[in-house]
Antibody, heavy 116, light 110 residues
Framework: EEQLVESGGGLVQPGGSLRLSCAASGFTFSGYSMNWVRQAPGKGLEWVSCISSTSSDTISYADSVRGRFTISRDNAKNSLYLQMNSLRAEDTAVYYC????????WGQGTLVTVSS | QSALTQPASVSGSPGQSITISCTGTSSDVGGYKYVSWYQQHPGKAPKLMIFEVSKRPSGVSSRFSGSKSGNTASLTISGLQAEDEADYYCRSYTSTSTLMFGGGTKLTVL
């Protein structure tokens, strides 16, 4: 079964940092680009970042996180990461990882709360 | 990066058909075949329903179909069922090599 499992969410103070992880299983992780998508409480979906299958090819970010968030991957560990720095209250959301251009499948999400 | 425009809500009775629109620009919806639709039930992760404008993933009911005309994409659900009640989001690739979602549409099955 193709599966994505996020971890690393939690409560962090404004200005703080957090690193999210996404563990992939059931498919050839190194063959796909990967994305992070977030959803603030009661709000819609917002694309955050994408990384190509080989990391060195293409990385892109939403304007709202560029310069603060860094996406990376370790194909040997079948894992995707999101390093989040200078966190703001508006970054509070459930963060999902999703596979490929079509965003399929999605993980169950991990909640990040930025609050003092 | 403004969101693609979707109606906030649509509704229909069981057995009826409904269509959800998703309007963008020539730099996103109108310029690429990479338009997808996602279904999200409360408290659950989104699920891919349509990709590349009109293709259905394996396991998705044929009651779901997608199309595009100019800068507007559409999702049609025929033979509405109670379990179709959910939030629906469109998503497009953009000219800046990013992805953009619509604001979401809440479907109510009356």
């Amino acid at each position: 079964e193709e599966q994505l499992v996020e971890s690393g969410g939690g409560l962090v103070q404004p200005g703080g940092s957090l690193r999210l992880s996404c563990a992939a299983s059931g498919f050839t992780f190194s063959g796909y680009s990967m994305n992070w998508v977030r959803q603030a409480p009661g709000k819609g979906l917002e694309w955050v970042s994408c990384i190509s299958s080989t990391s060195s090819d293409t990385i892109s970010y939403a304007d709202s996180v560029r310069g603060r968030f860094t996406i990376s991957r370790d194909n040997a560990k079948n894992s995707l990461y999101l390093q989040m720095n200078s966190l703001r209250a508006e970054d509070t959301a459930v963060y999902y990882c999703a596979r490929g251009q079509s965003l399929d499948p999605w993980g169950q999400g991990t909640l990040v709360t930025v609050s003092s | 990066q403004s969101a693609l425009t979707q109606p906030a809500s649509v509704s229909g009775s069981p057995g009826q058909s409904i269509t959800i629109s998703c309007t963008g620009t020539s730099s996103d919806v109108g310029g690429y075949k990479y338009v997808s639709w996602y279904q999200q039930h409360p408290g659950k992760a989104p699920k891919l329903m349509i990709f590349e404008v009109s293709k259905r993933p394996s396991g998705v009911s044929s009651r779901f179909s997608g199309s595009k005309s100019g800068n507007t994409a559409s999702l049609t659900i025929s033979g509405l069922q109670a379990e179709d009640e959910a939030d629906y989001y469109c998503r497009s690739y953009t000219s800046t090599s990013t992805l953009m979602f619509g604001g979401g549409t809440k479907l109510t099955v009356l």
